[in-house]
């Protein structure tokens, strides 16, 4: 089997598009649809014709070019089935646990409630690839919208116990804000230090910070570090519960 190839680029003003291709079937997904032509660039320069779309949640800024680009390529739209109504051109409702195959790779659908009330991840399990949205980012996590904090802490752990090499890409360029936050509630970390130091040089010279690596969150990322003894003193929540001291880094994340 083939390795899958990607291709990644910037939509709208700080959206992630992603494309992925099966070269041995021809298949292409559009992870998303945030905006239209940057898309359509892509896949031309890549001479790619996008086959479905993998759509993660129901956020405008993730479903803008679903039926523009359904009206060109005939593709096939796959998204949340607790989001059904509001995926415009859907196919295919996923639910959690469910899985299916793109071309030879198995894809396992992860329901992720938090950013909105039916968030779904795609996880490529063979490929160990994981396409998180609005769930996980670099240093970060969605805004809870749709769902109490309880709620996404749970998500987050859902993803956590997937392999540590699997790489992450995550549906915005916000990863410079998430370092600056993230120095603020763990302080003494090390190695979140250094990577925030590469993360300023990164985008300093404009370049992007996807993917990342499930390994390196857990090492570095607040919002998965709630039982970190460090980060517990530093928030004076050395007795509060994981969901409690979770609900605490979000909310001072929001207000930063």
């Known amino acids: 089997m083939k390795p899958l190839e990607l291709d990644v680029f910037l939509c709208r003003t700080d959206n992630f598009g992603v494309l992925v291709h099966d070269p041995e079937t021809g298949f292409t997904a559009a992870i998303d649809a945030p905006e239209e032509a940057p898309i359509l660039e892509a896949a031309t320069r890549r001479g790619w014709k996008i086959t479905h779309i993998f759509t993660t949640h129901h956020h405008t800024d993730h479903v803008t070019a679903n039926l523009a680009l359904k009206e060109q390529f ?4 796959i998204g ?4 059904a109504v509001a995926i415009p051109g859907l196919d295919r409702a996923m639910a959690d646990g469910d ?5 030879d790779h198995t894809v396992n659908v992860i329901e992720t409630p938090g950013h909105t009330a039916g968030h779904i991840c795609y996880h490529f399990v063979d490929d160990k690839l994981l396409f998180a949205a609005d769930t996980l980012f670099a240093l970060g996590c969605g805004r809870l919208f749709e769902r109490p904090a309880a709620d996404m802490w749970h998500s987050l752990q859902k993803l956590a116990v997937l392999p540590d090499e ?3 890409y995550f549906g915005h360029e916000y990863t410079l804000s998430n370092a600056r936050f993230a120095l603020t509630v763990d302080p003494d970390n090390q190695r979140l230090k250094s990577r925030a130091a590469e993360i ?4 300093a010279d404009g370049k992007f910070t996807i993917p990342t ?3 390196l969150e857990k090492e570095t990322n607040p919002f998965l570090r709630a039982a970190d003894p460090a980060i ?5 929540m050395e007795g509060k519960t994981n ?5 605490e880094i979000r909310k001072r994340k929001d207000h930063f």
């Open 74 to 77: 005939g593709c096939e739209i």
């Open 80 to 83: 949340p089935i607790n989001e």
């Open 99 to 103: 899985s299916f195959l793109f071309g």
């Open 166 to 168: 699997t790489a992450v």
């Open 200 to 203: 300023e040089t990164l985008r």
């Open 213 to 215: 690596t499930l390994g």
């Open 232 to 236: 517990r003193r530093n928030l004076v």
């Open 243 to 247: 969901e409690e001291v979770f609900a």
